[in-house]
C-alpha cells in the first residue's frame, strides 16, 4: 500500500530509477532505469529525478547491503532530497541535474 502512494506522488514528467523489485511499476515513463548494481551510470534525461529504492518488494537480485549503501550515496553524495524513508521504501528527488549519476 505504501508503494501505491508513493508511486502516485511521482510526476509523470519525472524520470525514475529504481531498483529492480519495483521498476516494472513505471514501465510506461518515457525515463525510467533499473538500478543492477553497484556504481551504475545513467543518463539524466528530465528536471526531476526520483530514485526509489525498495530492497523488500518484488524479485530484488542486489544484496541488502546495496540498498543501504545507494540510499547513503543518493541521500549524501548526490545531495538528493528525502521524500519517504518508511515502511521499507527510500524515495529521494534530485531537481536540475544534467550530468550523468552514479549510483
Same mark, same amino acid.
Given at each position: 500500500m505504501q508503494l501505491q502512494r508513493v508511486m502516485g506522488e511521482i510526476p %509523470?514528467?519525472?524520470e525514475v530509477i529504481a531498483f529492480q523489485g519495483v521498476i516494472g511499476r513505471f514501465a +510506461?515513463? @518515457?525515463y525510467v532505469y533499473p538500478v543492477l548494481s553497484a556504481n551504475q551510470v545513467f543518463p539524466i534525461r528530465a528536471t526531476t529525478v526520483i530514485f526509489v529504492l525498495a530492497p523488500d518488494e518484488g524479485?530484488?537480485?542486489?544484496p %541488502?547491503?546495496?540498498a543501504g549503501a545507494a540510499a547513503v550515496m543518493v541521500r549524501d @553524495?548526490?545531495?538528493a532530497r528525502v521524500l519517504t524513508e518508511?515502511? +521499507?521504501i527510500h524515495r529521494y528527488c534530485c531537481? +536540475?541535474?544534467t550530468v550523468q549519476t552514479m549510483v
Open positions: %509523470p514528467s519525472a +510506461g515513463r @518515457r524479485i530484488e537480485l542486489a %541488502p547491503a546495496s @553524495r548526490l545531495h518508511s515502511a +521499507g531537481q +536540475g541535474k
